[in-house]
């Protein structure tokens, strides 16, 4: 063989072995800037077998603990976990190593100092092919001071929700005093018109029958009124079923209009041709009331005094209820703060009806909103999402 032939069959020879060195180096250099960032990072890695078995460990278990990196191989790492957490860590991280590809788990390890520390442990499986077996990549990172902030969060959320609750007990009181008015007053003057009637001895026994009737209702709905009140308030929960929004109006106007014939108050109510709506019952007519009885002392004193109810069909899937008078009106600085709790243009007013209404129209999804009526007045609206109408609604889709 020509000399030229030999000298370039050694270099072919010689090639392969060169660049195996190469790539020999290149991934010693890789591996070592792997391990650089990730000692940057504050993170410790390690790995583990397909049995979880750790293998290996970083530098930074022996800056923690003080012991060398040996004490963690195998299931070494386990008698530093505090014992109160050694059980759950050892039972998860098996049943990933059966079960998972990856892990994520917080625990409690031992110091050199002695102190336990709170550390995040993060792996992942790499798939066994037939070049490798089953092998676990992982890392431990201190969350100390990150676990016990995030404990403190929690607690001091825990309190704020406490002292929140204390406090909605206490304008309880005052919510139920408002709310509770009412339906005392009108079954008072049922009890009392009966009363009058049997002592005359010309008694009309079904008015009087009638009229007692009245007040058991309304002392029924006062009932109601407390329990549901202090349901929402404490829990924050509504109980909510398909309704009739006309028959929701009709019945709080003759709760709040029992007696506005004698003060001279009319009231109209024009209604839209099909409108059910998904609410909680008493709540809504309770918002109903509080728009009625405020109309009602708006017009007192006028010289025209109507009120009228409506009842619009909106897109979106809402219902909008409108209680419209013919009182003076409100300023425009009265109308920006007039849902706020406490605020009222009334002398006698205790500025709670329509702070509560707010609350449970939003509660239920709505919005709530006053503006002037058309030729003087205050007109109050708000919306209640609605249901389609079916003939099982009330039974198909009734939530308790």
Same mark, same amino acid.
């Given at each position: 063989?020509?000399?030229?032939?030999?000298?370039?069959?050694?270099?072919?020879?010689?090639?392969?072995?060169?660049?195996?060195?190469?790539?020999? #180096?290149?991934?010693?250099?890789?591996?070592?800037?792997?391990?650089?960032?990730?000692?940057?990072?504050?993170?410790?890695?390690?790995?583990?077998?397909?049995?979880?078995?750790? %293998?290996?460990?970083?530098?930074?278990?022996?800056?923690?603990?003080?012991?060398?990196?040996?004490?963690?191989? $195998?299931?070494?790492?386990?008698?530093?976990?505090?014992?109160?957490?050694?059980?759950?860590?050892?039972?998860?991280?098996?049943?990933?190593?059966?079960?998972?590809?990856?892990?994520?788990?917080?625990?409690?390890?031992?110091?050199?100092?002695?102190?336990?520390?709170?550390?995040?442990?993060?792996?992942?499986?790499?798939?066994?092919?037939?070049?490798?077996?089953?092998?676990?990549?992982?890392?431990?990172?201190? %969350?100390?001071?990150?676990?016990?902030?995030?404990?403190?969060?929690?607690?001091?959320?825990?309190?704020?929700?406490?002292?929140?609750?204390?406090?909605?007990?206490?304008?309880?009181?005052?919510?139920?005093?408002?709310?509770?008015?009412?339906?005392?007053?009108?079954?008072?003057?049922?009890?009392?018109?009966?009363?009058?009637?049997?002592?005359?001895?010309?008694?009309?026994?079904?008015?009087?029958?009638?009229?007692?009737?009245?007040?058991?209702?309304?002392?029924?709905? /006062?009932?109601?009124?407390?329990?549901?009140?202090?349901?929402?308030?404490?829990?924050?929960?509504?109980?909510?079923?398909?309704?009739?929004?006309?028959?929701?109006?009709?019945?709080? /106007?003759?709760?709040?209009?029992?007696?506005?014939?004698?003060?001279?108050?009319? /009231?109209?109510?024009?209604?839209?041709?099909?409108?059910? %709506?998904?609410?909680?019952?008493?709540?809504?007519?309770?918002?109903?009331?509080?728009?009625?009885?405020?109309?009602?002392?708006?017009?007192?004193?006028?010289?025209?005094?109507?009120?009228?109810?409506?009842?619009?069909?909106?897109? #979106?899937?809402? /219902?909008?209820?409108?209680?419209?008078?013919?009182?003076? $009106?409100?300023?425009?600085?009265?109308?920006?703060?007039?849902?706020?709790?406490?605020?009222?243009?009334?002398?006698?007013?205790?500025?709670?009806?329509?702070?509560?209404?707010?609350?449970?129209?939003?509660?239920?999804?709505?919005?709530?909103?006053?503006?002037?009526?058309?030729?003087?007045?205050?007109?109050?609206?708000?919306?209640?999402?609605?249901?389609?109408?079916?003939?099982?609604?009330?039974?198909?889709?009734?939530?308790?």
């Amino acid at each position: 063989m020509p000399g030229g032939d030999l000298e370039a069959a050694a270099q072919a020879r010689e090639q392969p072995a060169t660049h195996l060195a190469d790539a020999y #180096r290149r991934l010693q250099a890789s591996e070592e800037l792997y391990r650089y960032v990730i000692d940057l990072s504050g993170l410790v890695p390690w790995t583990a077998d397909g049995q979880g078995h750790v %293998v290996s460990v970083g530098a930074g278990w022996t800056r923690w603990t003080g012991a060398d990196a040996s004490s963690a191989l $195998g299931g070494g790492w386990l008698d530093r976990v505090h014992p109160d957490d050694r059980e759950m860590v050892r039972d998860e991280w098996l049943q990933a190593v059966r079960t998972s590809d990856h892990l994520i788990v917080r625990w409690r390890l031992k110091f050199a100092d002695g102190s336990y520390r709170w550390l995040e442990g993060r792996t992942r499986k790499r798939a066994d092919t037939d070049a490798a077996p089953v092998l676990w990549y992982g890392t431990l990172e201190d %969350v100390h001071e990150r676990h016990l902030a995030a404990e403190t969060s929690q607690r001091l959320q825990g309190e704020l929700i406490h002292m929140s609750r204390l406090n909605a007990l206490g304008a309880m009181a005052s919510v139920i005093a408002h709310d509770l008015n009412q339906p005392l007053t009108a079954a008072a003057h049922y009890v009392r018109g009966s009363q009058r009637l049997m002592r005359r001895g010309t008694a009309d026994l079904d008015e009087a029958i009638a009229a007692l009737e009245d007040a058991d209702r309304n002392i029924v709905r /006062c009932a109601e009124i407390v329990r549901r009140m202090r349901e929402f308030v404490t829990r924050g929960d509504v109980e909510r079923r398909v309704e009739r929004l006309h028959d929701l109006v009709d019945e709080a /106007c003759s709760f709040a209009l029992a007696d506005a014939g004698r003060r001279g108050v009319s /009231c109209k109510t024009v209604f839209a041709s099909s409108c059910s %709506v998904f609410v909680d019952r008493v709540q809504i007519q309770q918002v109903l009331v509080n728009l009625l009885r405020n109309a009602v002392q708006a017009v007192a004193g006028t010289a025209r005094r109507e009120i009228l109810v409506e009842t619009l069909a909106r897109k #979106r899937g809402e /219902c909008e209820v409108r209680v419209s008078d013919t009182g003076p $009106g409100i300023s425009a600085e009265a109308a920006a703060r007039l849902f706020d709790p406490f605020f009222t243009t009334r002398s006698d007013g205790m500025g709670l009806g329509l702070a509560i209404s707010r609350m449970i129209v939003e509660a239920h999804g709505g919005t709530i909103w006053t503006g002037p009526r058309d030729g003087g007045g205050t007109a109050i609206s708000f919306t209640v999402p609605t249901v389609p109408p079916s003939p099982d609604a009330a039974e198909s889709q009734a939530v308790v």
